[in-house]
Nanobody, 122 residues
Framework: QVQLVESGGGLVQAGGSLRLSCAAS????????MGWFRQAPGKEREFVATVTRNGAITDYSDSVRARFTISRDNAKNAVYLQMNSLKPEDTANYSC???????????????WGQGTQVTVSS
């Protein structure tokens, strides 16, 4: 079992940057692909980014590609989401999740964190 705890959210002005972190418990972190999802009030959960178990391959939604970067450090049991050029429409609760294989679908993820709120002001 993997427990995930996100941090790094907050309030930032449009054009600014934030770096989200997701700390994982357990010795099997490197066995899982990791993903970031977000959900804004009144909207469905949305795929943001995913990374393979060894960090070699990443995938992004079109809405964040070239602005966000997902990375992981298996030695630290952590995955990160560097968010640059933030826009008000990026405002959401961001959650990390663990899956046996990278996926854009939330159903593919077995373990989820509670999320961290990101608010981008205009």
């Amino acid at each position: 079992q993997v427990q995930l705890v996100e941090s790094g959210g907050g309030l930032v002005q449009a054009g600014g940057s934030l770096r989200l972190s997701c700390a994982a418990s357990g010795r099997t972190f490197s066995s899982y692909a990791m993903g970031w999802f977000r959900q804004a009030p009144g909207k469905e959960r949305e795929f943001v980014a995913t990374v393979t178990r060894n960090g070699a391959i990443t995938d992004y939604s079109d809405s964040v590609r070239a602005r966000f970067t997902i990375s992981r450090d298996n030695a630290k049991n952590a995955v990160y989401l560097q968010m640059n050029s933030l826009k008000p429409e990026d405002t959401a609760n961001y959650s990390c999740a663990a899956a046996l294989a990278p996926s854009r679908g939330a159903n593919g993820y077995r373990y989820w964190g509670q999320g961290t709120q990101v608010t981008v002001s205009s």
